[in-house]
């Protein structure tokens, strides 16, 4: 899971979404090594269906963003590091919020 030659580095707030994460789930794993762009689930960091919850109770606490399960975009909003971080900004951009 450590970041390769070639791969994308995490940006400042891929990083601190990432912390939490790893605070939040207790991962085994250091935030600055979560690669961007792999997957969340399964193969990726492993998450199941109970992290995605947890996950969605940390995003709604720290940063006001409600994620929903019964949302057809879930799926692509939970794909990532990126992803997540990318559907955070979007949302609070629209809710004239800042990072």
Do not use: C
Not at 4 to 9: D, F
């Amino acid at each position: 899971m450590t970041t390769q030659p070639g791969e994308t580095l995490q940006t400042p707030f891929e990083r601190e979404i990432a912390e939490h994460l790893v605070d939040v789930l207790q991962l085994e794993v250091a935030p600055e090594e979560i690669v961007p762009d792999d997957p969340l689930f399964v193969e990726g960091l492993g998450l199941d269906s109970i992290d995605a919850l947890e996950v969605a109770l940390m995003i709604s606490r720290v940063y006001n963003v409600t994620l929903s399960s019964d949302d057809p975009n879930s799926r692509r909003v939970f794909s990532s590091l990126r992803a997540l971080a990318s559907h955070v900004t979007q949302v609070r951009e629209k809710a004239g919020q800042a990072e």
